[in-house]
C-alpha cells in the first residue's frame, strides 16, 4: 500500500519534470532504454522523495523505476525495461573517506578509471526448470552471488518439492550487458607523496562499455559490501563496492580549476610585470641551485604549445617532451618531482613501475576481470591532459618501449589483443629522466649510445638535457653554499614546528635563508596563471617569428649543403620543436603573438640543448644523426673510437690494457697519436679510466 503510494509519487514527478525526455526517450526506445534524471529536479519537487532516495536507494530507485515502467505515454510506447539514473548527485564522497556508514546509501563518486573489463553478458533473470515437475519459474539476480532456488516454487504453480539442482534454462533467462571498473582517485587529488585508493564498480546494460581506462567520470551508485573470502573461508572483513546507477563523462579539464574575478585581475598583472618569465624560471624548484636552463624548458613545458588540427586533418601535437640523461645525483628527481606537485594534473612514475600496464596500456586476465580481459592504462594514459615525469625511463619494459612511440608523437596507446581493440587517449607531456647506460657519463660516446633508449625514440623528445657531474671548484662552491643554506632553513622550520621557537639571531637568519627557497611566484597562482593562459591565449607566429625559425634551421641544414660529407645537422622535429616552444614562451607572457624576442630566446635553449647532445665530439659539429641514428658520421667513417679500441683489447689483455697498444691501434685507424693521448687523459681526469700501474689504463667500473 506504502509502496503504491510511493510510486504514484514518482509517476506524477516523472510527468512533471521529465515529460519531454519521456517522450524522447519512447521515440527511440529500446535503443535507448535510460531516462537520466536530474537529482535537483526530485530535491526541487518533493524533498523527502528526495531524502529517501539518498538513504534508502534500492527501494525508492525500484519503485521510481516501476512508475516509470508502467507509464501511459501518448507515443503508445511501453517502457516495460527502461533504466532510471540519476545524476548531478550533490552527495559526492572521496573514495579514501568512504566509511561503513556509506553503506547502502547513494553516491556520487569522481575518479580516474584505470582499468575496464570485456562487456560480457551477466543475467539478471534466470529461469529454472524442476526435474520433477517440469514447472518453469524465475529468479531475479542480483548481487554478486548467482542465486539458485532451493525448491520448486509453489506460488507459481509448481510442486514445493526441495530439489539438490534445477536445470538452468539458459534460452529463456534473461541478460544485460555488464562490465566491471575500477575507479581510482585523480592523481591533482592527492597530496605529495600520497598512494591513490581505489574502488570497484559494476556497470549495467546501456552504461556498459561506454568507458576507456584513462576516462574521468562520475560513477552515481548504491555502495554495498560483500563478505571478504580467503582461502581459510569466510572473514570478518568486509570489502566495498559502487554498484553503479549512473555515468557521466567529464569531458573537460577535471578538476577545473576555478579563477575568479579577483584571480584575472591578480594575473594580468603578473603578465605586465616585465621580467614575468624569469620569475616563472625562479619558481621552478628554487632550493636546486643552477640549471636555469632545464627550469626554462619545464616553464615551457607547463604552458605547452597549441595542438592543431591542420586543414587535411593531421593533429601536431602541443604538448612538449623533455629528457634530461645525467650522471646520478644531479637532481633530476628532484627536478621531477618538483614539476609535477606543480602543474595541475601531474603524475610521478618510475620507468621501472611494477604494473602490468606500465607506462602505456595492457590487456590482462587476472582475478579483477572474473574471467573477463581487462584493459589497464599506464601512466601515459592515467596523465591524459597533463604531464606525466618518468623517472629511470632507461629501465622501461621493452613493450613500454614500443608503444611509447606512438603515445608520444600521436599521443594515442594502441591495444590489439585477444579480441580487445582499443584506442587510449595520452595527450601529456613527458618528462623524463635517464641515467646513462654505464652509469656515468663519457663525453667521448655519442650520448645516444649511452642512454638505454632506442634512437628513434629520443627523436620524439622536443629537448634533451645532458647532466654531468664534473668537478668544477666554483660552481661546486655555489651549489654547496645554497644547498648548505637550503638545508639550514630547513632545519631552523623543523626546530620551529617542534618546538615553537627558534633563538633571536637564528629568526634574522632564517628569513634570509627562506628566501633562498620561496619560489618567485606563488605555486597557486602559477597553476592559476597557466591554466587561464592555457584557456585564453592562442597565440600565432608574426613574420618575423617565422624569419628567424626559417633563418636558424636553414642555417644549421646549411652544414650539410656546403659539404657533401657533413653529417646532416637538424631534422623537421627539431623545427616543430622550435614553434611548439615559441607558442608557449608567448602563452607565458599571455601573448597573442610569437614575437621575435620569443624566437630568439627558444632558438637559445635549442642551441644549448643542440650543442651539448649533438656536437661530435671529435669534429666539433652539430649532428643530430646521433639522436635519430645512434652514430656520427665521423664515427661511421671511422672504424672503432677509442673507447672501442680498448675494449677490443679487454679480449686479448683483460681489463688492463696496454697504453702503447690502443695507440698503434688508434694510429692504424688513421688517428693522429698525440690527440688519441689527449684524449684518453681528458678520459682519465673525468673518472672513466685510470692507470693502476705505469703503461697501462683500466675503465672504471
Ligand atoms: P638523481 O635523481 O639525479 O640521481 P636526486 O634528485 O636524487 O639525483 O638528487 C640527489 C640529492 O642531491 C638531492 O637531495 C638534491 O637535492 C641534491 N642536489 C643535487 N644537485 C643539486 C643542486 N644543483 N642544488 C641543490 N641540491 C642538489
Ligand atoms: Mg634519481
Redesign the pocket.
Known amino acids: 500500500m506504502m509502496q503504491d503510494l510511493v510510486t504514484e509519487r514518482w509517476e506524477d514527478f516523472l510527468k512533471r519534470y521529465c515529460w519531454d525526455d519521456l517522450i524522447e526517450l519512447s521515440n527511440s526506445y529500446p535503443e535507448r532504454r535510460s531516462l537520466f534524471v536530474k537529482f535537483s529536479d526530485m530535491d526541487t519537487y518533493d524533498p523527502n522523495l528526495a531524502d529517501m532516495v539518498l538513504d534508502t536507494p534500492d527501494v525508492a530507485i525500484a519503485s521510481a523505476t516501476d512508475a516509470l515502467r508502467e507509464m501511459d505515454i501518448p507515443t503508445g510506447v511501453i517502457l516495460d525495461e527502461a533504466n532510471l539514473r540519476i545524476i548531478n548527485l550533490p552527495r559526492r564522497v572521496k573514495i579514501r573517506d568512504i566509511r561503513s556508514n556509506d553503506i547502502g546509501k547513494l553516491v556520487g563518486i569522481e575518479g580516474l578509471v584505470t582499468k575496464a573489463t570485456e562487456v560480457r553478458p551477466r543475467v539478471i533473470e534466470a529461469v529454472f526448470e524442476c526435474p520433477f515437475c517440469h514447472h518453469i519459474f524465475s529468479v531475479v539476480q542480483s548481487g554478486r552471488q548467482f542465486k539458485e532456488p532451493f525448491e520448486c516454487e509453489q506460488e507459481s504453480g509448481g510442486c514445493g518439492r526441495k530439489v539438490q539442482r534445477f536445470k538452468l534454462l539458459v534460452e529463456k533467462s534473461k541478460f544485460a550487458n555488464a562490465q566491471k571498473i575500477r575507479l581510482q582517485e585523480s592523481p591533482e587529488e592527492l597530496r605529495g607523496g600520497e598512494l591513490p585508493q581505489a574502488i570497484d564498480s559494476y556497470l549495467e546494460d546501456d552504461i556498459s562499455g561506454e568507458v576507456a581506462p584513462g576516462d574521468r567520470v562520475v560513477i552515481t551508485g548504491i555502495l554495498r559490501s560483500y563478505q571478504r573470502i580467503t582461502q581459510y573461508g569466510k572473514t570478518p572483513f568486509f570489502d566495498i563496492y559502487l554498484d553503479g546507477n549512473s555515468l557521466e563523462l567529464m569531458q573537460e579539464e577535471f578538476e577545473e580549476i576555478d579563477i575568479t574575478e579577483e584571480d584575472e585581475r591578480e594575473i594580468k598583472e603578473l603578465a605586465n610585470h616585465p621580467e614575468v618569465y624569469e620569475r616563472f624560471i625562479r619558481s621552478i624548484a628554487p632550493s636546486i641551485y643552477g640549471y636555469e636552463e632545464i627550469k626554462e624548458a619545464m616553464v615551457l613545458q607547463l604552458f605547452s604549445g597549441v595542438p592543431k588540427e591542420l586543414p587535411d586533418e593531421t593533429r601536431i601535437r602541443g604538448d612538449i617532451h623533455l629528457l634530461l640523461v645525467g650522471d646520478?645525483?644531479v637532481a633530476?628527481?628532484?627536478l621531477?618531482t618538483y614539476l609535477v606537485r606543480l602543474a595541475p594534473r601531474g603524475l610521478y612514475t618510475s620507468g621501472k613501475s611494477s604494473t602490468a600496464a606500465g607506462l602505456t596500456a595492457a590487456a590482462v586476465r587476472d582475478e579483477f576481470g572474473e574471467g573477463r580481459w581487462t584493459l589497464e592504462a599506464g601512466a601515459l594514459v592515467l596523465a591524459d591532459k597533463g604531464i606525466a615525469a618518468v623517472?629511470?625511463i632507461d629501465k622501461m619494459r621493452k613493450e613500454d618501449r614500443d608503444a611509447l612511440h606512438e603515445a608520444m608523437e600521436q599521443q594515442t596507446v594502441s591495444i590489439a589483443k585477444a579480441g580487445i581493440m582499443a584506442r587510449l587517449n595520452s595527450r601529456c607531456s613527458l618528462l623524463a629522466?635517464a641515467?646513462p647506460k654505464f652509469g656515468r657519463f663519457d663525453k667521448y660516446t655519442p650520448i645516444a649510445e649511452q642512454i638505454n633508449m632506442p634512437p628513434t625514440l629520443m627523436s620524439r623528445f622536443d629537448l634533451i638535457f645532458t647532466m654531468m657531474d664534473r668537478p668544477n671548484e666554483e660552481l661546486d662552491m655555489k651549489t654547496a653554499e645554497h644547498i648548505l643554506e637550503t638545508h639550514y632553513a630547513g632545519e631552523l622550520i623543523a626546530r620551529l614546528e617542534g618546538i615553537g621557537k627558534v633563538d633571536a639571531g637564528e629568526k634574522e637568519r632564517f628569513k634570509e635563508a627562506k628566501q633562498v627557497m620561496e619560489p618567485a611566484v606563488r605555486r597557486d597562482l602559477i597553476r592559476k596563471y597557466v591554466a587561464w593562459s592555457k584557456r585564453n591565449i592562442f597565440p600565432v607566429m608574426t613574420e618575423e617569428a617565422k624569419n628567424k625559425f626559417l633563418e636558424f634551421y636553414i642555417g644549421l641544414r646549411r652544414q650539410g649543403y656546403e659539404d657533401e660529407e657533413a653529417p646532416v645537422p637538424v631534422t623537421a622535429r627539431q623545427l616543430e620543436a622550435l614553434i611548439r616552444l615559441g607558442e608557449a614562451r608567448a602563452r607565458a607572457g599571455l601573448r597573442d603573438k610569437i614575437t621575435v624576442e620569443d624566437a630568439e630566446r627558444v632558438i637559445n635553449v635549442v642551441t644549448y640543448c643542440l650543442k651539448q647532445v649533438s656536437t661530435d665530439p671529435e669534429t666539433g659539429k652539430l649532428d643530430t644523426d646521433w639522436i635519430a641514428v645512434g652514430t656520427t658520421k665521423t664515427k661511421r667513417d671511422r672504424a672503432r673510437s677509442i673507447r672501442d679500441i680498448i675494449k677490443e683489447l679487454e679480449k686479448e689483455y683483460g681489463d688492463e690494457v696496454p697504453l702503447e697498444e690502443v695507440l698503434d691501434l688508434a694510429e692504424e685507424d688513421g688517428m693522429e697519436r698525440d690527440k688519441v693521448e689527449e684524449i684518453i687523459d681528458v678520459m682519465k681526469r673525468d673518472g672513466i679510466l685510470f692507470s693502476p700501474s705505469g703503461g697501462v689504463i683500466k675503465f672504471v667500473r
Open positions: 646520478p645525483g633530476k628527481s628532484q621531477l623517472d629511470e629522466a641515467n
